[in-house]
């Protein structure tokens, strides 16, 4: 196994075990499929793993581990790059495959609005989603090279844009979260990544 492979069964099985409850046949496959979907550049397999890595870093911060964990899985499940539906659509999924799995209809509410929380239109009331949230972002303070690589794969992404209209949309995005009294509501990300990611949005703006 890759250390991906390991670090996806793992955590599939932590997760899955935390709930109490077996993941419907065939569910992990298709998930791993949708992230290796060609149209995705940088909501991938990678992103997907460097997620759970800062999960399993965090996860004894969590009220509710393993719900955050599935959400994790879940939150860009569907990816369609000219949709704007697609964390509704994720959230969906997730819960119909807790509700395929047993558990209860409050439980699939509370994953499907810890997903939802990643559009972030909004500061999450709850500490579970500015958790994931914060893990979600964790990319905006990787090292240079890893954000200089994530800014090409965003680019990709959204090679169908014209150039001018992609550079005034994502100066936008990334004046919004520059513009936060702070990017990391959780004292353990910002603490370590916030100054980090203020030099990272500086500097991409700046190019």
Known sequence: MTNSET??????QRAWQGLG???????????????AEPQRRYHTQQHL???????????????????????LWFHDAVY?????????R????????????GLTESLGGRVHELIMATRHEALPEHDDARLLVDID?????????????????????????????YGIKRRQVLQGFLQR??????????????QQARTNLRRSMAS
């Not at 994720?90 to 799995?101: F, R, T, V």
């Open 181 to 194: 009294s702070a990017i990391y509501a959780t004292p353990y990300f910002h603490t370590r990544l916030e």
């Open 49 to 71: 793993a460097e997620c759970l890595v800062h999960f399993e870093a965090v996860q004894n911060q969590a009220q509710r581990p393993a719900e955050l964990e599935l959400a």
């Open 137 to 165: 972002l964790a990319i905006l303070g990787a090292d240079p090279e890893r954000f200089a690589e994530y800014d090409t794969q965003v680019r990709a992404e959204y090679a169908w844009v014209p150039w001018p209209i």
């Open 21 to 35: 409850a077996t993941p419907p046949a065939g569910l992990l496959p298709a998930l791993l499929a949708a992230y």
């Open 90 to 101: 994720s959230a969906q999924w997730a819960a119909q495959a807790l509700g395929e799995a």
């Open 80 to 88: 369609d790059v000219k949709a704007k539906d697609n964390e509704l």
């Open 7 to 12: 670090l996806f069964e793992r955590s599939w």
